[in-house]
């Protein structure tokens, strides 16, 4: 299994795009690639992940429907800031307790 981490850094579109081509390829062959990247319309499926927490996983269409965004980016800025109000309401409930 290719691991590969933030593939397109670097790249521009033409090779985006290919890379994208290579990985359908591993795809159709039954390959699974992992990657990183900071493209979130890049992935058919798996978890998405900031700071070691899973933000959210399946197909991303499903994700995406289940979340209501339109696509990656927008679910990845809304998990991101359920994250933060959920910390900041763990931390408001240590300092009320203590």
């Not at 339109?70 to 408001?92: A, F, G, P, T, Y």
Request: aromatic content about 6%.
């Amino acid at each position: 299994m290719p691991i590969l981490d933030d593939p397109t850094n670097g790249l521009g579109p033409y090779w985006i795009a290919e890379l994208n081509k290579m990985m359908a390829e591993k795809r159709n062959k039954g390959c699974a690639v992992l990657f990183s990247t900071h493209l979130l319309n890049f992935a058919d499926d798996g978890p998405i992940l900031h700071e070691g927490y899973v933000l959210a996983t399946g197909s991303m269409d499903d994700v995406l429907r289940a979340n209501e965004a339109v696509d990656l980016e927008q679910l990845w800025l809304k998990k991101i800031e359920e994250r933060i109000i959920s910390n900041e309401m763990e931390m408001l409930h240590h300092v009320v307790i203590k």
